[in-house]
């Protein structure tokens, strides 16, 4: 295989400083879509873990994967759809280990098991129909999952999530409305049995 | 009035939000029992809705954006993707414009095609570019290497817009490459580009005599008799 080498010399000094000035601005492009689309990414990542440390773990690493790739990305109004993405993504991985490992430890450990530690935010706003809402919620399809949530966070209208997930409004609305139905029919048994109480 | 038929309808409308509408909304008129599941479907879809609001739309830890920005700062400086992707460009612009020229050259010189010369070297013959401007002479030749895994470095000169773009030229066919392109650039044939070389670098071509074995003659009449 044939090996050239062009030189241009007088160009690297120049090319260096271009790239730090690149890079300084490309940190800049993201710091401030950071202050704005960082609890976006908790958000998400709160809703799928239901625990907030776990959630806010997940937040740092999603946005972290997203700063390391930023350069990469083309058309930076897709930097929140993309975020959403990842985060979701993130949160669901982690949730599946943390299945798998609360189930390894039921098999080492079967009658010194404890349930995961919470914090008092988290059991504060844990109900008992929260709980049933919170496993009703983690039974729906994932794209279901995602738009609802999507839905449930202020300030997303149907138009939002639609540009946020790239699918038509038509789509978004029947996602929501099937999730929804999927739930009531899940949660439907435990408001009966807490109102007869 | 039986109520079935309208079940389903009834959790539908509750479940989008929508006043019932037609015949359901009679149904219920007339019907206490599904009017009361209706609110009920209704109470049910409110407190869904209720309870994923406070569970969304939490408050963001003050800790999560400071330990963003510190793992940021932290991180390595963005490595460009296109950096080292500027030698592949340049080098596939190179082939472009040598692809080119030899093109051009081979259209515009009024279908003339460069003969092929006799040379006693025992690299592969190169590949060699016709003019494609009448500034040739003063530009340095343009000529593709061929020997693989030869490594070359040249300097690049701010050239006009017009002139043959460099070539990497391997240094033991340089001047041979030189004095065709001299000799293409001035439309001679191919007799008198071969007539300026040193005769002493070129090897004659060597033909060995036709082998003919003799033949054997006989009559046909000595034929029949056998």
Redesign the interface.
């Given at each position: 295989?044939?090996?050239?080498?062009?030189?241009?010399?007088g160009s690297t000094l120049r090319s260096e400083s271009a790239?730090e000035a690149?890079?300084s601005e490309?940190?800049r492009e993201?710091?401030e879509r950071?202050?704005e689309c960082?609890?976006l990414a908790?958000?998400v990542a709160?809703?799928v873990l239901?625990n907030?440390a776990d959630a806010?773990d997940v937040?740092?690493e999603a946005?972290?994967r997203a700063?390391?790739s930023?350069?990469?990305l083309r058309d930076r109004n897709r930097f929140r759809a993309w975020l959403v993405r990842i985060s979701f993504r993130i949160a669901l991985d982690r949730l599946r280990s943390a299945k798998r490992r609360d189930q390894r430890d039921i098999l080492w450990s079967q009658p010194a098991h404890h349930p995961p530690a919470a914090t008092a935010?988290d059991l504060a706003?844990s109900s008992e129909?929260?709980l049933h809402?919170?496993r009703a919620?983690a039974e729906l399809p994932e794209k279901l999952r995602l738009a609802?949530?999507l839905a449930?966070?202020?300030g997303h209208t149907i138009d939002e999530i639609s540009a946020l997930l790239a699918i038509p409004v038509g789509t978004v609305k029947s996602r929501i409305?099937i999730a929804?139905?999927q739930?009531?029919e899940k949660?439907?048994c435990h408001?009966n049995l807490i109102k007869t109480r | 009035m039986p109520c079935e038929p309208y079940q389903d309808a009834l959790?539908?409308a509750?479940?989008?939000g929508a006043e019932p509408q037609g015949e359901l909304r009679a149904h219920l008129a007339a019907c206490p029992a599904c009017r009361a599941a209706f609110v009920q479907?209704q109470?049910?879809?409110s407190?869904?809705?209720t309870?994923?609001?406070?569970?969304?739309?939490?408050e963001?830890?003050a800790?999560?954006?400071p330990?963003?920005?510190a793992?940021?700062a932290e991180?390595p400086?963005?490595t460009?993707?296109w950096?080292p992707s500027w030698?592949a460009l340049?080098?596939a612009a190179?082939m472009v414009v040598v692809f080119i020229a030899v093109y051009a050259g081979r259209h515009s010189s009024g279908g003339e095609t460069p003969v092929p010369i006799a040379t006693n070297t025992s690299s592969p013959a190169p590949n060699v570019l016709p003019p494609h401007d009448q500034n040739l002479n003063a530009a340095p030749p343009a000529v593709t290497?061929?020997?693989?895994?030869?490594?070359?470095?040249?300097?690049?000169n701010p050239a006009p817009r017009n002139a043959v773009p460099e070539v990497?030229v391997p240094r033991d066919q340089e001047a041979l490459l030189v004095s065709y392109s001299e000799q293409w650039s001035q439309r001679k044939r191919a007799p008198l580009v071969a007539s300026n070389f040193d005769p002493t670098n070129l090897s004659l071509l060597q033909i060995s005599p036709i082998q003919i074995d003799q033949l054997d003659v006989k009559l046909m009449t000595e034929e029949h008799a056998q």
């Open positions: 295989m044939q090996e050239l080498v062009l030189i241009q010399p790239r690149a890079q490309t940190r993201f710091e950071l202050a960082g609890p908790y958000r709160r809703s239901r907030s806010e937040a740092q946005l972290l700063y390391r930023f350069d990469r935010e706003a129909f929260q809402l919170d919620l609802l949530l449930a966070m202020d409305f929804r139905k739930l009531a949660l439907r408001v | 959790v539908d509750a479940a989008s479907e109470s049910l879809f407190t869904i809705d309870s994923l609001h406070a569970a969304v739309n939490v963001i830890p800790s999560l954006l330990r963003v920005r793992s940021i991180e400086a963005i460009r993707g950096t030698l340049a080098g190179a290497n061929s020997v693989p895994t030869i490594r070359a470095a040249a300097t690049r990497l």
